[in-house]
């Protein structure tokens, strides 16, 4: 906020003026030192240093210090000094970077700080200060980055710079003679004007002309100016001469990275189509200007250009609407299938991921045979990406594509491979993931078991059952060891009763029983089997003194009685 001279002193600080002992003086300087210092740094360590950090910390501290003294801190800034109480606390020659110069040669003349700045302004204030080292003549000055932000505890006083060419007499020197005003003549009006002049003029505008100008300025702030601007452009391609249309082509290149950049998908999506419209209309364009738009929309099948538009959309978070992101990526060309399978699998945004993998859907689709070759491709997003569309498209040709994946060192890959066979749903791609359930990793081990039992795959029993009997699953985490329990249920069906019912309820030799985790896994199992005997294998155990198996038992119950 800006402040004038009346709003340095705060208002509740009543007539009390701070006192002006040495040991004031002292910190106040230390203070103003401080800010210097600490720029200083700020400067030569662009921001980031635990040097820097150290010294506001320190000015922090000395802030918070000295309101014990004083109810606030107002300065005067000079061009080489900065002033408490009329005797400088800083001088330019006493510190390499001049705090005192910067501060006035935008016009700031005061400074005012209150108790609470070194909590909530300190920093932003030390940022403004060392940005204003760093802008070129043509950019922002300090006045204006100050006033961009809203002060709670911080005032300033400024001066607007004065005309070019205007002279101030010398310091010291004599004033200049005052110039006595013409007389006034009756016949002409004040030199003096205020709104009471027009209350009663003819074109003064009554409440509703007020009202209809106000509604039509909030119309002219509001116009949709991209668009008026795209559609300008647009007209100039259909109507101009074949140098004015390969121009316009020129400037849509420009525009769209432009528009990609500041998160315009809408727009962007808004220009592409009209100029698939325009390029399809029937009307025959010029040599250079088609290829000029064809060259545009080949810019979008770039792999750069799809990892920006990625960044931009993880970086926005849910600022961008998932209908503007597909409608943008409609218009993405089949060269465009490898970048965006590629960004698909490895961007971290949700919506990112969901709008890409659609993107890629839609151009693979009418071309199935390309994801087998992508499904082999050395680039582990790539493969694991196109593997996921073989499985969502049912390309059952692919099969073997996929299983072959099951090779690949990269664990993600081999995951995607188990979920796009556990979505083809053939014999082939059934009998491939058996090998999966004794992987070395445990997402893909997991990934296998869950696709084996929502395929009912029978011939995967010998499998998990020797799993169910061996040691790794016993030191397996406990979502493992679920998955492989409940696929065994349900694939052996009553046959697989004796088993789990001797994991649940049987004893060793010795009187010892299986882990508390190991036999509720085992009564989850024997919930997926809807038969008699596994109902009375699990009613032995329905009061069981482990809470965690009596929980697992009471859950397999309500599924077997459903």
Same mark, same amino acid.
């Given at each position: 906020m800006?402040?004038t001279?009346?709003?340095? &002193?705060?208002?509740?600080?009543?007539?009390?003026?701070?006192?002006?002992?040495a040991a004031?003086r002292?910190?106040?300087?230390e203070?103003?030192?401080?800010?210097?210092?600490?720029?200083?740094?700020?400067? @030569?360590?662009?921001?980031?240093?635990?040097?820097?950090d150290k010294?506001?910390?320190?000015?922090? /501290?000395?802030?918070?210090?000295?309101?014990?003294?004083?109810?606030y801190l107002?300065?005067?800034?000079? %061009?080489?000094?900065?002033?408490?109480?009329g005797v400088?606390?800083?001088?330019?020659?006493e510190?390499r970077?001049?705090l005192?110069?910067s501060?006035?040669?935008?016009?700031?003349?005061?400074?005012?700080?209150?108790?609470?700045?070194?909590?909530?302004?300190?920093?932003?204030?030390?940022?403004?200060?060392?940005?204003?080292?760093?802008?070129? $003549?043509?950019?922002?000055? *300090? @006045?204006?980055?100050?006033?961009?932000?809203?002060w709670?505890?911080?005032?300033?006083?400024?001066?607007?710079?004065l005309?070019?060419?205007?002279?101030?007499?010398?310091a010291?020197?004599?004033?200049?003679?005052?110039?006595?005003p013409?007389?006034?003549?009756p016949?002409?009006p004040?030199?003096?004007? +205020?709104?009471?002049d027009?209350?009663?003029?003819?074109?003064?505008?009554?409440?509703?002309?007020?009202?209809?100008?106000?509604?039509?300025?909030?119309r002219?702030?509001e116009?949709?100016?991209?668009?008026?601007?795209?559609?300008?452009?647009?007209?100039?391609? %259909?109507?101009?001469?074949?140098?004015? =249309?390969? =121009?316009?082509? +020129?400037?849509?290149g420009?525009?769209l990275?432009?528009?990609?950049?500041?998160?315009?998908?809408?727009?962007?999506?808004?220009? $592409?189509? %009209?100029?698939?419209?325009?390029?399809?209309?029937?009307?025959?364009l010029?040599?250079?200007?088609?290829?000029?738009?064809?060259?545009?929309?080949? =810019?979008?099948?770039?792999?750069?250009?799809?990892?920006e *538009?990625?960044?931009?959309?993880?970086e926005?978070?849910?600022?961008?609407?998932?209908?503007?992101?597909?409608?943008?990526?409609?218009?993405?060309?089949p060269e +465009?299938?490898?970048?965006?399978?590629r960004?698909?699998?490895?961007?971290?945004?949700?919506?990112?991921?969901?709008?890409?993998?659609?993107?890629?859907?839609?151009?693979?689709?009418?071309?199935?045979? /390309? !994801?087998?070759?992508f499904?082999q491709?050395a680039?582990?997003?790539?493969?694991?990406g196109?593997?996921?569309l073989?499985?969502?498209?049912?390309?059952?040709?692919?099969?073997?594509?996929?299983a072959?994946?099951?090779?690949?060192?990269e664990?993600?890959?081999?995951?995607?491979?188990?979920?796009? !066979?556990?979505?083809?749903?053939?014999?082939?791609?059934?009998?491939? @993931? %058996?090998?999966?359930?004794?992987d070395?990793?445990?997402?893909?081990?997991?990934?296998?078991a869950?696709?084996?039992?929502?395929?009912?795959?029978?011939? #995967?029993?010998?499998? *998990?059952?020797?799993?169910?009997?061996?040691?790794? @699953?016993?030191e397996?985490?406990?979502?493992?060891?679920?998955?492989?329990f409940e696929?065994?249920g349900?694939?052996?069906? #009553?046959?697989?009763?004796?088993l789990?019912?001797?994991?649940?309820n049987?004893?060793s030799?010795?009187?010892?029983?299986?882990t508390?985790?190991m036999?509720?896994?085992?009564?989850?199992? !024997?919930?997926r089997?809807?038969?008699?005997? #596994?109902?009375?294998?699990l009613?032995?155990?329905?009061?069981?003194?482990?809470? &965690?198996?009596?929980?697992?038992?009471?859950?397999?119950?309500?599924?077997?009685?459903q």
């Open positions: 800006n402040a001279a009346l709003d340095l &002193v705060p208002p509740d600080a009543g007539d009390a003026a701070p006192g002006a002992d004031t002292a910190e106040v300087q203070v103003v030192r401080g800010f210097a210092r600490a720029l200083r740094t700020h400067l @030569l360590y662009e921001g980031h240093s635990p040097s820097l010294f506001v910390e320190s000015l922090r /501290a000395r802030m918070a210090a000295l309101w014990d003294r004083l109810p107002n300065v005067q800034v000079e %061009e080489r000094e900065i002033l408490w109480e400088a606390v800083f001088s330019a020659g510190e970077e001049n005192a110069f501060l006035y040669k935008d016009g700031v003349r005061a400074l005012s700080f209150m108790p609470g700045f070194e909590e909530e302004d300190l920093d932003a204030f030390l940022g403004i200060l060392a940005r204003i080292h760093r802008l070129r $003549l043509d950019e922002e000055d *300090l @006045l204006t980055l100050l006033w961009d932000r809203d709670g505890h911080f005032r300033y006083h400024y001066v607007e710079p005309a070019e060419g205007v002279r101030l007499p010398e010291g020197g004599a004033a200049p003679a005052a110039v006595a013409p007389p006034q003549d016949a002409f004040a030199a003096t004007v +205020s709104t009471e027009f209350r009663e003029a003819l074109y003064f505008l009554d409440e509703d002309e007020m009202r209809r100008l106000e509604a039509e300025v909030r002219e702030m116009r949709d100016l991209w668009t008026d601007v795209l559609n300008a452009l647009f007209d100039r391609l %259909e109507d101009g001469a074949p140098d004015r =249309q390969a =121009q316009v082509v +020129s400037i849509a420009d525009l990275p432009t528009l990609l950049g500041a998160g315009r998908l809408e727009k962007a999506a808004y220009m $592409l189509g %009209e100029l698939v419209s325009t390029a399809t209309s029937g009307r025959r010029p040599g250079p200007v088609f290829r000029g738009l064809r060259g545009l929309f080949e =810019q979008l099948a770039r792999a750069e250009t799809v990892a *538009l990625v960044r931009i959309v993880e926005a978070g849910d600022a961008v609407p998932r209908e503007h992101l597909g409608a943008l990526l409609a218009y993405f060309p +465009s299938l490898g970048p965006l399978l960004a698909g699998e490895s961007s971290a945004s949700d919506t990112a991921r969901e709008a890409l993998m659609g993107a890629a859907e839609r151009l693979a689709a009418p071309n199935p045979a /390309a !994801l087998r070759s499904a491709d680039d582990p997003a790539v493969a694991a196109a593997a996921r073989v499985g969502r498209l049912r390309v059952v040709e692919a099969g073997a594509d996929v072959r994946l099951l090779q690949r060192p664990p993600r890959v081999r995951v995607a491979a188990v979920e796009s !066979l556990a979505e083809l749903r053939s014999p082939l791609a059934s009998a491939a @993931l %058996e090998p999966a359930l004794d070395d990793d445990r997402e893909v081990r997991v990934a296998a869950r696709a084996l039992a929502s395929l009912r795959w029978a011939a #995967a029993r010998p499998r *998990l059952e020797a799993a169910l009997d061996g040691k790794r @699953l016993r397996a985490d406990l979502t493992e060891r679920i998955a492989f696929a065994y349900g694939l052996a069906g #009553a046959e697989g009763v004796p789990l019912d001797r994991v649940l049987g004893k030799w010795l009187g010892r029983r299986e508390g985790e036999r509720a896994c085992a009564a989850l199992g !024997l919930g089997i809807r038969h008699p005997a #596994a109902e009375k294998a009613t032995a155990a329905a009061a069981d003194p482990d809470p &965690v198996v009596r929980s697992a038992v009471g859950r397999a119950l309500r599924t077997v009685r």
